[in-house]
């Protein structure tokens, strides 16, 4: 006999991931609350004082502090595994933290990290600055080059492999299986920063990844509001990051963690939405004259299009292109827009443009950026859900101003 609850677990397993995400991971208190409810506790009551010992201890499951863990938090974390097609997740104060995680839970002085080129600039702080201090070596390969990833390798050093898909901001796509397969045999865990697709438009498990994580901050908010991160994956790796967050403390907010269940709710929907404006945008920059290229995969000449496509739902909501100029050029479009905001977020409602040369790759060294086609012409834009004309218009606006 399988009670009503255990049911609706079972058939909340089977469902797609935009069904998870709007019922995943809340198990109703006895108030009978139909929205998810927000604990704002930071500690938790105990029956006995034996009963204490033994939460403490871990013999009997059950809250203790709400660095460890939180009901509000928690339906996050499981929402988000259910989506991932993960074991458990856990929950971080930000995307940062989430990436800190993953490094203190699984390299040691001594070790190699073999990362794509191009991947979120403070990631490479974390790498470079903060792990290179720890005796960790990181070696950056361009993404969609599979024999750079397996040359890079240095045996039984080799850790941690890591990349994003679609990378930012030229939106070349990796091959996640393939990459797996040469991290594996390295002896190595691939790990996955899936924060531009989130799990409504793809799931690197499936294709072999160990873990996955995610700036919670940008798409499954939505809308610019809370900073958060989780990290989803095998039970025993889960235990291991939850372990670092516990001790070291930086924990989801469970206020925060409301505000993404609510994000959550809309994934889907506003996933293809964004992906459906900037699939139009794309096609309207491309056949403009004062554009030199157009950089998202959505595009059939794009050389990420077909394994998108297989790796994908859709293709996303972040584009670039290069305007027929240079960086006066490209200030120049950026200035005369008018409804877009000069911003370097994305994953908002609000669309947002950026100079990726002079802020978000700033500080990466000119010949680094040149190698990695971040040229002083490239303008990325991350496409909002405003209604698509008004988007073009104001696109229009910028290139009457070249
Ligand atoms: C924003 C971002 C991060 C960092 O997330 P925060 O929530 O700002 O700490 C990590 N990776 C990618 C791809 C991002 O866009």
């Known amino acids: 006999?399988?009670?009503?609850?255990?049911?609706?677990?079972?058939?909340?397993?089977?469902?797609?991931?935009?069904?998870?995400?709007?019922?995943?991971?809340?198990?109703?208190?006895?108030?009978?609350?139909?929205?998810?409810?927000l604990f704002l506790t930071s500690s938790y009551v105990f029956e006995s004082a034996a009963d204490a010992a033994q939460r403490f201890s871990g013999d009997i499951p059950g809250n203790v502090y709400s660095r460890y863990t939180n009901p509000t938090v928690r339906i996050f974390e499981e929402r988000i595994a259910m989506m991932e097609g993960a074991e458990d997740a856990v929950a971080t104060s930000s995307g940062m933290a989430a990436i800190l995680a993953v490094c203190m839970a699984f390299l040691k002085q001594g070790d190699h990290v073999v990362s794509s080129r191009s991947i979120f600039g403070a990631t490479n702080v974390v790498f470079n600055r903060y792990f290179g201090?720890?005796?960790?070596?990181?070696?950056?390969?361009?993404?969609?080059?599979?024999?750079?990833?397996?040359?890079?390798?240095?045996?039984?050093?080799?850790?941690?492999?890591?990349?994003?898909?679609?990378?930012?901001?030229l939106s070349e796509i990796a091959d996640i299986a393939a990459i797996a397969k040469v991290a594996h045999e390295a002896g190595a865990l691939l790990v996955v920063d899936n924060c531009f697709c989130t799990p409504a438009l793809q799931q690197p498990l499936v294709f072999g990844a160990d873990i996955v994580l995610h700036s919670a901050t940008k798409f499954i908010d939505g809308q610019g509001r809370a900073l958060g991160g989780v990290v989803a994956g095998r039970r025993e790796h889960m235990a291991e990051v939850l372990g670092f967050i516990r001790s070291c403390g930086p924990s989801m907010s469970p206020f925060n963690a409301w505000i993404f269940l609510k994000g959550l709710e809309t994934l889907s929907l506003r996933m293809q939405a964004h992906c459906a404006n900037a699939q139009a945008l794309a096609e309207w920059l491309n056949a403009q004259d004062g554009v030199e290229q157009v950089f998202y995969a959505g595009l059939p000449g794009h050389p990420g299009h077909a394994l998108a496509r297989r790796q994908q739902s859709a293709f996303g909501g972040v584009l670039s292109f290069r305007?027929?100029?240079?960086?006066?050029?490209?200030?120049?479009?950026?200035?005369?827009?008018?409804?877009?905001?000069i911003t370097a977020n994305l994953g908002d409602a609000k669309t947002t443009i950026v100079h990726p040369a002079?802020?978000?790759?700033?500080?990466?060294?000119?010949?680094?950026?040149?190698?990695?086609?971040?040229?002083?012409?490239?303008?990325?834009?991350?496409?909002?859900?405003?209604?698509?004309?008004?988007?073009?218009?104001?696109?229009?606006?910028?290139?009457a101003a070249l």
């Open 323 to 341: 305007v027929k100029g240079d960086k006066a050029a490209a200030w120049r479009f950026i200035d005369a827009t008018r409804l877009v905001s």
């Open 358 to 399: 002079t802020t978000t790759h700033a500080r990466v060294s000119p010949e680094d950026r040149a190698g990695a086609g971040i040229t002083d012409n490239l303008i990325r834009v991350a496409v909002g859900l405003e209604h698509v004309e008004d988007l073009i218009a104001d696109m229009a606006r910028g290139l």
């Open 133 to 169: 201090k720890l005796g960790v070596e990181t070696t950056y390969v361009p993404l969609t080059d599979i024999d750079a990833w397996r040359a890079a390798v240095r045996q039984g050093s080799t850790r941690l492999f890591y990349l994003e898909t679609p990378s930012n901001p």
């Open 1 to 37: 006999m399988t009670t009503d609850a255990e049911q609706r677990q079972r058939v909340l397993a089977e469902a797609h991931a935009q069904t998870q995400a709007i019922r995943g991971g809340h198990h109703r208190t006895h108030e009978m609350e139909h929205s998810e409810p």
